[in-house]
């Protein structure tokens, strides 16, 4: 604990640190232990902290500090109005499970709490306070003022709104504001420029991987942990761990994270170091990767069962169906396309696509056509009436992040072969790795950056792949 702190701040803190012990159970059925990171930001939001800022690495346990810090502020502070703010309607709710989980494995804290499901909020019996989830929507929230306003992946948000209104009216009520997040992809965005005014500040102590940076009135305080840019070997999970401050962050699950097949360079570099990468980074896949998974001599055998995706171009642009089927013998997808090029400045002919698919079904067991809504919806509802099986799959980025996510993993793994077309190829290699708040996505490259451009089988192979492998029941798919 820093020397400095005030004692009230250092006794609000051992009476929080008592409540979740004694109080919080989680859901593995133990008490809510602090951990010593947890505590030293705490010091400084009990304190003369303002304003908190907290970088940290993935999964080192905000969403239950947050939860436990709402908690403590409602039963402790007289008419409380805190506010949760999450950039999707999913965290938040995600974040009021865990608050009202807290609530309903205690018998006394429920005797205490109103748990509103419906409204995601907690309500003091008997009383006025309520910690309250909201998602995006500023608008709604103009002239509130909080005691607490806790901002959660601030990275996450598409504007600063929803940050600025719970700043502003924090004067009301001598309120406060503690904002965790992870690094985010762009320094121009509203929590990049923040950070950036951070590291400006003279009050500065950096402790190995930790940061710790104040305004001269103690108002403002940011925390942050990373690993520093320069020389630091990334790949070395012991040095990450350095910047994971949780203790069970531990070299094995990190090791374990870094290993995977699944994990691009990008997502580790910013959900695992905390390091700031760019909004488009470089190709997707390296150059040749995909070759190596060629086969010339592989033919998808006639009445195969088998995927269909499709990817239809706007004006100008290509279109491609691809087809994707497993193979018994050794396990691995047999992959193979055909892309449909429009005359110059011209759309695609999509009666010309949609008696290219009929085709497929005569010649194999079609199990799915996998399609967005974009350009396509008519001739999807034209094939699903002649019996095709047609499987709607928007290309947001939850949706797309976890086929980028999925597909790269079976490539690394070896568990794809194609035919070797040199059109396929170029598609695949084509692709950007762009980081969203999801994850990374593939994206078009810039011109003369990474290939032509050109990546509508790959999106095709995505789409057909994600559902030919589902087997997470959460993902779900729209069957017409």
Known sequence: MSSRSSEAARLELELFDSFCKEELVTDNGGPLVLEDWQKGVLLDHFDTAQEMLCLLPKSNGKTTLFSALSLWHLITVPDATCYIAAASRDQATLMYKHAAGFVKRNPVLESMIDVKGGYRELRRVGGTGFVKTVASDADTLDGIGPTLFLCDELHRHKTPDLYTVGRDGLGKRAGKMVTISTAGANLDSPLGKMRDQAQLLEDRVVNDFHVRAASSDGKFVAHEWS??????????????????????????????????????????????????????????????????????????????????????????????????????????????????????????????????????????????????????????????????????????????????????????????????????????????????????????????????????????????????????????????
């Open 227 to 480: 690993v520093p840019e320069g020389d630091w070997d990334t790949d070395d999970v012991h040095v990450v761990k350095r910047a994971n401050p949780s203790s069970f962050v531990t070299v094995e699950d990190l090791k374990r994270r870094r290993e995977s097949p699944s994990t691009h360079e990008r997502d580790w570099l910013r959900f695992a170091c905390n390091r700031w990468v760019g909004h488009l980074e470089d190709a997707w896949l390296p150059v040749g990767k995909w070759a190596l998974l060629g086969d010339s001599e592989m033919i998808i055998p006639e009445h195969h069962p088998i995927y269909i995706g499709v990817d239809i171009g706007i004006r100008s642009d290509h279109s491609a169906v691809v087809i994707v089927g497993q193979r018994p013998e050794d396990g691995r997808w047999m992959v193979e396309s055909t892309v449909f090029e429009p005359p110059h400045g011209d759309e695609v002919d999509l009666a010309m696509v949609e008696a290219f698919i009929i085709g497929l079904h005569d010649r194999y067991s079609v199990q799915g056509v996998v399609y967005d809504r974009w350009n396509f919806a008519r001739s999807a509802q034209e094939l699903s009436s002649r019996g095709a099986n047609c499987i709607e799959v928007p290309q947001n980025n939850e949706r797309m992040v976890l086929a980028c996510s999925r597909l790269l993993e079976a490539i690394n793994r070896g568990e794809i072969v194609h035919n070797g077309d040199p059109v396929l190829q170029s598609h695949v290699e084509s692709a950007a790795a762009r980081v969203t708040e999801r994850g990374v996505r593939v994206s078009k490259g810039k011109s003369g950056q990474v290939g032509t451009g050109k990546i509508d089988a790959l999106i095709a192979l995505l789409i057909a792949f994600m559902v030919a492998t589902n087997e997470n029941p959460e993902v779900s798919v729209e069957w017409l």
